[in-house]
């Protein structure tokens, strides 16, 4: 007879995006080449230890859980209208970016290595943006090892546009959030607009960048909607913070997918992507062998409450 133990096999956070080679081209509009997606987009620009230290400084001056400085962010109000699933896509797939990063190579005093870490979303027009504590937790955490090191972040839109980030407006560990703005060079971005929180059932969407898949875009539905503890918090917990919620999907999505958003039928922000934890079992045979296999992966969001929440609304 087998007996067969329940095994949680770890908390995935999202990042750590590495480009991958992908479908050829098509003559069809509808087939993107991603395999040569980076090969015409320019990072030059000025000053960029100056850069660094400004959005080290900005965010060495932040509280955790406190909400950005100054006036209240405008924010877009929801729509009503249903939409098609590919017609969320289109609509969205312009305020969805992906996270990157240069820093000095390695042996080198003058080349820059190139490194995706994970997604973002607009959340405003004029550059105010939203990704995982997690994803810019360098930059947040002076004692974090990769804080040393001469990096500057950036966000590619769909357009293949580069946008320095300048700012870190505000984060919440335990909620897994970093609001941050981007210098957009005069180029308005094209914000989100928020929803409200979603009942289980409710049909969600995801647009991200699992593992160099760039834009992909996933559904599924809410299927918890809870109160996690210290150990299930990814990006680690501050015990004077507020309690993390979670918005657990069934959509799809992977590591390079935090930050992500994701929306309601009528496109609507109603969540964010930050982790996912495996499900497995452990099976013993009679003679004391050991098997294991997976399951199940739970999707971890974060409701758009505790977005609304940081921002003070």
Excluded at 175 to 183: E, Q, R, T, Y
Excluded at 274 to 301: E, F
């Amino acid at each position: 007879m087998k007996k067969s133990t329940f095994l949680l096999t770890g908390i995935i956070i999202l990042g750590g995006l590495l480009p991958a080679v992908a479908q050829t081209s098509a003559a069809s509009d509808i087939y993107t080449d991603y395999q040569h997606y980076f090969s015409d987009i320019k990072f030059g620009f000025p000053g960029k230890r100056a850069m660094m230290q400004d959005l080290k400084d900005s965010a060495a001056l932040l509280t955790d859980e406190t909400p950005p400085a100054g006036n209240k962010i405008k924010l877009l109000s929801a729509t009503t209208k249903v939409l098609a699933d590919e017609e969320i896509y289109a609509r969205r797939k312009n305020s969805v970016f992906i996270v990157g990063k240069l820093q000095k190579a390695k042996d080198s005093t003058d080349a820059l290595s190139f490194g995706l870490t994970g997604t973002a979303f607009a959340l405003n027009p004029d550059g105010i943006c939203v990704t995982n504590y997690h994803v810019l937790k360098s930059i947040i955490v002076n004692d974090n090892p990769e804080a040393a090191k001469d990096s500057v972040y950036f966000i590619i839109a769909h357009d293949k546009q580069v946008y320095f980030i300048e700012k870190i407006l505000a984060y919440s560990q335990n909620n897994d959030l970093a609001i941050f703005k981007v210098n957009t060079n005069g180029t308005p971005l094209q914000p989100i607009p928020v929803g409200k929180p979603a009942e289980v059932g409710t049909a969600v969407y995801c647009i991200s960048h699992p593992t160099g898949y760039f834009y992909y875009f996933s559904k599924g539905i809410v299927a918890r909607n809870v109160t996690i503890g210290a150990r299930q918090a990814a990006a680690g917990y501050n015990p004077l913070g507020k309690p993390p919620i979670r918005m657990e999907i069934t959509a799809d999505y992977g590591v390079g997918s935090s930050g992500g958003p994701v929306l309601d039928k009528r496109g609507n922000l109603i969540g964010i992507v930050s982790s996912t934890l495996p499900l497995g079992a452990v099976v013993k045979d009679d003679a004391g062998n050991v098997t294991g296999h997976q399951q199940m992966v739970i999707k971890d969001t974060l409701p758009v409450s505790a977005l609304q929440e940081l921002l003070g609304n």
